[in-house]
């Protein structure tokens, strides 16, 4: 299982994070996903926790608590959906903007 943590500070690194959560348990990985284009950090992290019962004692804990001066959101972190899925990403699913507006009701081309 891993913990999603959000509505971080872009200066937030491993050396602040991971001692909020080791007052609940053993972290075993701390993970800061970076944008793509710039590399920096987005605001959020995926922490791991040894243990299930520790995992669920820090996100009661610090879910909604002030911590370096924002609201964190932690919770249980969804399973990543895979890429060939119908709307994720750029491909595939969706598809809309392309037609025009139809005034008889419809969302088709006219």
């Not at 800061?32 to 995926?46: K, L, Q, V």
């Not at 995992?55 to 610090?62: F, H, P, R, S």
């Given at each position: ?10 200066e ?18 701390v993970?800061f ?5 710039t ?15 520790e995992?669920?004692?820090?996100i009661t ?19 990543r ?7 994720g ?5 969706g598809?809309?903007?392309r037609g025009?507006?139809?005034?008889s009701?419809?969302?088709g081309?006219?």
């Amino acid at each position: 299982m891993s913990i999603y943590v959000g509505n971080l500070s872009y200066e937030v690194t491993q050396d602040h994070l991971k001692p909020v959560f080791e007052d609940y348990g053993k972290v075993t990985r701390v993970h800061f996903p970076t944008d793509r284009e710039t590399g920096r950090a987005r605001g959020f992290a995926f922490v791991e926790m040894s243990k299930d019962e520790e995992e669920d004692a820090a996100i009661t804990a610090l879910d909604g608590a002030e911590w370096m001066g924002r609201v964190l959101k932690v919770n249980k972190a969804k399973p990543r959906e895979s890429s060939d899925s119908f709307g994720g990403g750029n491909r595939g699913g969706g598809g809309g903007g392309r037609g025009g507006y139809n005034k008889s009701g419809g969302g088709g081309r006219y």
